[in-house]
């Protein structure tokens, strides 16, 4: 176990308590043994000021309570994040990873980093799986400087917890002149099970969108003086844009929702920034007043201030702040779905809190969208000041702005192709692809060794999203010519679009993915994968199954009825159960005698599109002389989203349905529904319910066979 817990401690470069051994240095890693070798032969010492620097890493499942309430988590030396891992250029890192964990496997992969496949941490793919009760060793040489960090790549473990920071300084001396430095992580914390998470965000629960307060309703877009635009978005069918997919118990800087870190008046701070949330971007900024921008993704740029920085999941920034006097001064990172911030108060005395940001205008996202990104592609001809001056409430990320320190152009004469990758999704079914294919039906894109890959980056969805790529860094082209920006994450915005090209000077299969982790989970992912490995080449993924069914349902149970359906769910396909029973005394004279009518249906449905869905199966009634039926029918959306349905059915009948919701408020909703059967004839029904959290909503409903009551629903 090493002894690197201690997270909120400062270390000192030169006092850190890592075991460091010198070594001979080798720029070239796999040719160290040969070096090695070489030296002892012939006796000669060779000279270094590389070191071997080890740490052990313990992941491990225990109590803690992150947002206030004891949880099980996953933790790292037993802290959350993991420990600061600080290397200099020409070190050689070897990290031992110890999986204490009881039943699970686990991974870490080193984000940011340019190292050999097998060393990048992705289960399967490129390192084999850490088993539980095994240690598995990372070895690889520094070869850059800057600010990365590590988590776990498998699952959805980085949520519960394992994730952590890493500084490389350059070989000598510093990156940046401050009188000292803090390392910031930023992370999203809930309390629940990030399985739980993801089965709610597949069956489309309005729950999270109503607890971060963002939930879209009539009475909601009078309040806005938006109702022409909430009208136009229902009958275009759009889903109703949300910033975010999850809601949150807490937000955090270093494990903690709040927090001070030492410094003094008049100094200036180094601050090394990541995002290390699982699904939350977030805008950073500081009391003392504009950051200015050093670098990004590690490798350093030309200095800029921006006001506010936006980061998306998987990006570092090392910004510098100066105390302008004595105080406690807040820096803050603010979810950017507004629902809460994470604060670090840097130094002692009267707290200055940094700017609030204002919540978003939910209702005319597509105009504050539209004028950050005005903003954003202006700011690259601006000055320093202008640029400052001109920055939207609401930036985009400043990277029009970056500019490298020297050039990155690659040269000599590589061939260079150009692909367009399409971000697509489906936000209500939460589907999330790259060209409308989830990694599960398309995982690799082709590379030939020594190629320029030229990757747009096109945005067809409504959220943002964080693409990383590993191995690779890439040059992010907005209008920076030679001296573009290197990174390995790039923020593609709503409905907008990005190009990078990248060296393809690897070997072997890289992945490269939405680093929102339950988009990757969800399947917006490929691997890179050289072709050098052969036609044969298959990319190992692993044993999971990449699209795994959920089982997901929701009863009411009312005085008169239950009406219902559970489903096994995955990307595109159902198995449902659906059921309308009445259990009052009405009863109509096709009832045949019995006292309740029910009707259940037995179906497999096939999601085609947001608005389609043909399904087929049986249905078993006691309506109409008891007969049971085949079935078979379609789900169709019409505009103002009215849920249309068209079935026939082995006896001959026919059935038309349509039925609407109308969202009142954040919790009440209204929904009416009517049908006619060639058999049954017409059928009615509406009511009103109302959201009282995850699991229950009350329900009050009048149905035309069973009459009027109400109960509760149950989501489960
Ligand atoms: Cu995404």
Request: glycine share 8%.
């Amino acid at each position: 176990m090493n002894q690197h817990s201690n997270k909120y401690e400062q270390t000192n470069y030169n006092q850190s308590r890592r075991k460091v051994r010198p070594m001979h240095n080798s720029m070239n890693f796999r040719n160290l043994g040969m070096y090695c070798l070489v030296a002892a032969f012939l006796a000669l010492p060779v000279l270094s000021n590389g070191a071997a620097v080890e740490y052990d890493l313990s992941i491990a499942e225990q109590r803690m309570a992150p947002a206030g309430k004891p949880v099980r988590v996953l933790s790292i030396n037993d802290g959350i994040p993991g420990p600061t891992l600080r290397f200099r250029v020409g070190d050689s890192a070897r990290i031992r990873v110890h999986n204490r964990l009881a039943r699970e496997s686990t991974s870490i992969h080193w984000h940011g980093l340019l190292l050999p496949n097998a060393q990048d941490g992705v289960p399967y793919l490129t390192t084999p799986p850490i088993q539980p009760g095994t240690t598995h060793t990372f070895e690889f040489p520094l070869t850059h400087p800057g600010t990365y960090w590590y988590h776990s790549h498998t699952g959805l473990q980085e949520q519960r917890g394992v994730y952590g920071s890493i500084v490389v300084e350059p070989e000598n001396g510093k990156a940046h002149q401050a009188d000292r430095e803090h390392v910031l992580v930023l992370s999203d914390w809930t309390n629940e099970n990030p399985d739980e998470v993801m089965r709610n965000l597949m069956r489309g629960s309005e729950y999270y969108a109503v607890r971060k307060g963002n939930m879209q309703s009539i009475a909601g877009a009078i309040r806005a003086g938006a109702l022409s635009e909430y009208l136009d978005r229902e009958k275009a069918r759009l889903p109703s844009m949300d910033i975010s997919d999850v809601a949150y118990d807490a937000f955090l800087i270093n494990g903690k929702p709040r927090s001070a870190l030492p410094a003094r008046p008049g100094e200036t701070v180094l601050l090394r920034i990541i995002n290390a949330g699982a699904s939350s971007y977030f805008y950073l900024q500081s009391a003392t007043g504009p950051l200015t921008i050093v670098a990004a993704d590690g490798p350093s740029v030309k200095p800029i201030r921006v006001n506010r920085l936006f980061l998306g999941m998987g990006e570092t920034y090392d910004v510098l702040v100066t105390l302008p006097s004595a105080g406690a001064w807040e820096v803050r990172a603010t979810a950017q779905d507004g629902s809460s911030h994470a604060s670090v108060f840097l130094g002692e005395g009267t707290e200055k809190a940094a700017p609030d940001v204002s919540r978003p205008d939910l209702y005319r996202m597509d105009e504050t969208l539209l004028a950050a990104i005005t903003d954003a592609e202006t700011s690259g001809k601006l000055s320093d000041d202008d640029a400052l001056a001109a920055e939207s409430p609401r930036p985009l990320s400043p990277y029009r702005r970056l500019e490298a320190l020297s050039p990155t152009a690659f040269t000599g004469t590589n061939e260079t192709r150009t692909l367009t990758l399409r971000l697509t999704g489906d936000m209500q079914r939460y589907i999330w692809s790259i060209n409308g294919k989830t990694l599960k039906q398309e995982s690799t894109i082709p590379v030939k060794r020594g190629e320029v890959l030229r990757l747009e980056l096109i945005n067809d969805t409504m959220m943002h999203h964080p693409m990383h790529l590993h191995g690779h860094f890439f040059r992010l082209l907005e209008g920076k010519g030679a001296s573009a920006p290197l990174k390995h994450t790039v923020d593609v915005p709503p409905m907008g679009k990005r190009t990078i090209e990248f060296l393809a000077n690897e070997e072997q299969d890289w992945f490269f993915h939405c680093h929102l982790l339950y988009h990757m989970e969800a399947g917006m992912a490929r691997v890179f994968s050289y072709r050098e490995q052969g036609p044969d080449h298959k990319v190992n993924l692993g044993p999971h199954n990449l699209d795994p069914y959920r089982f997901m349902g929701e009863a009411s149970l009312q005085s008169h009825m239950s009406m219902g359906m559970v489903t096994l769910q995955n990307s595109r396909n159902n198995f449902n159960a659906l059921w309308d029973v009445g259990l009052g005394t009405v009863s109509k004279p096709y009832h045949d005698g019995h006292d309740h009518g029910y009707e259940a249906d037995l179906t497999y449905s096939r999601y085609v599109s947001p608005n389609f869905s043909p399904f087929a199966g049986f249905r078993f009634a006691n309506e109409n002389g008891a007969k049971n039926r085949g079935i078979v029918g379609l789900n169709y959306r019409l505009p103002y989203f009215v849920e249309s349905e068209f079935l026939v059915d082995t006896r001959g009948d026919v059935r038309l349905r349509l039925g609407k919701n109308f969202q009142i408020t954040d919790r009440l909703s209204a929904f009416a529904e009517g049908e006619y059967d060639t058999g049954t004839q017409w059928e009615w029904s509406a009511g009103v319910t109302y959201l009282l959290n995850q699991r229950f909503s009350l329900i009050a409903q009048h149905h035309s066979s069973h009459g009027t009551g109400g109960g509760i629903v149950i989501r489960f």
